[in-house]
């Protein structure tokens, strides 16, 4: 398999990204690493929030062993149920999430549940302690999405805009592969490549707005929860967008419709009504 990772619109170009690192004879994916740091880097932000908002932080230390044991088993299932073709004949590959397939709508509602369940056995807040771990969830997403890069997954369609991507055809999933792709496949040195949309880079760039825009936004929230609404409606955005782009997408059975996609859609209206009601219900309460 060819290594190379290109972005030729830009002048960037990788000879050899491999997808792992072997250390004592056991290989370990890039993927989980980088998940592993956005996980850190997301606990280091809600405990900065929580000091900061005077929250205890031990709180944020203890949840974060049930949110993520229970949101990589959310996303695991989201993404096998709607990819359920490629798993039912071979049941034991649906433990095997080194080479990718989490899908992270199914983490996020994993870890909503998860909240609401570790907030009443506290006898704390939910919507505190959602706006409070909001702003590591979407670092941690902001992070996690260049586990794609080192997978050459999660792409889009063909392009050649200012950030396409080039890649050896040979170093992806032949079902990600369109025919637009194909018809502008290009062959340097016997090689075959593609060229497509960074959804990853994407992603990544917009969680990063996100966060910014709800760190500026939490100093005029009127009720608790509503950090994490900007999130949903913020991140809801970005997804309806992005998702159109992804040649993966998992489509509902039968319909063939992207689920993330629409279900981002109904998420961001969700939001926006709620932010709009509980705003105008604190105002009345003046």
């Known amino acids: 398999m060819h290594r190379t990772i290109d972005f030729p619109n830009i002048g960037i170009h990788l000879t050899s990204v491999g997808d792992h690192i072997t250390i004592f004879g056991f290989d370990i994916a890039y993927y989980g690493i980088i998940i ?21 932080p031990e709180v944020y230390y203890d949840l974060v062993i049930y949110a993520v044991i229970f949101s990589i088993i959310g996303a695991r299932l989201y993404y096998v149920i709607f990819s359920w073709d490629m798993y039912k004949d071979d049941l034991k590959s649906i433990l095997n999430i080194r080479q990718g397939g989490l899908a992270i709508y199914g983490g996020v509602i994993a870890a909503i549940i998860t909240v609401f369940v570790f ?65 502008n496949m290009e062959t340097i040195k016997g090689v075959n490549y593609i060229q497509v949309h960074p959804t ?28 994490f609404l900007v999130y949903l409606l913020g991140y809801g955005l970005g ?39 509980n705003r105008r219900k604190c105002k009345k309460e003046i």
């Not at 505190?128 to 586990?147: C, E, H, K, N, S």
């Not at 910014?212 to 939490?218: E, K, N, T, W």
């Open 36 to 56: 592993g740091l956005g996980i850190l880097a997301g606990l280091l932000i809600a405990v900065a929030e929580a000091k900061r908002s005077g929250q205890n």
């Open 119 to 183: 907030a009443k056995v506290r006898k704390l807040s939910p919507y505190l302690i959602f706006d409070t771990a909001g702003l590591g969830l979407v670092a941690g997403q902001m992070i996690g999405r260049w586990g794609n890069f080192f997978n050459r997954e999660a792409f889009g369609e063909y392009t050649d805009s200012f950030l396409a991507m080039r890649l050896p055809e040979d170093a992806v999933r032949q079902s990600d592969i369109t025919e637009l792709m194909r018809q």
């Open 239 to 277: 997804r309806v967008w992005i998702e159109g782009l992804r040649t993966d997408q998992l489509l509902l059975p039968k319909i063939g419709l992207p689920v993330s996609q629409m279900l981002a859609g109904v998420i961001v209206i969700v939001s926006l009504v709620l932010i709009l009601y």
């Open 200 to 227: 990853y880079l994407y992603e990544s760039l917009w969680c990063l707005m996100v966060l910014v825009i709800m760190l500026l936004y939490r100093k005029h929230k009127k009720f608790d929860g509503e950090v």
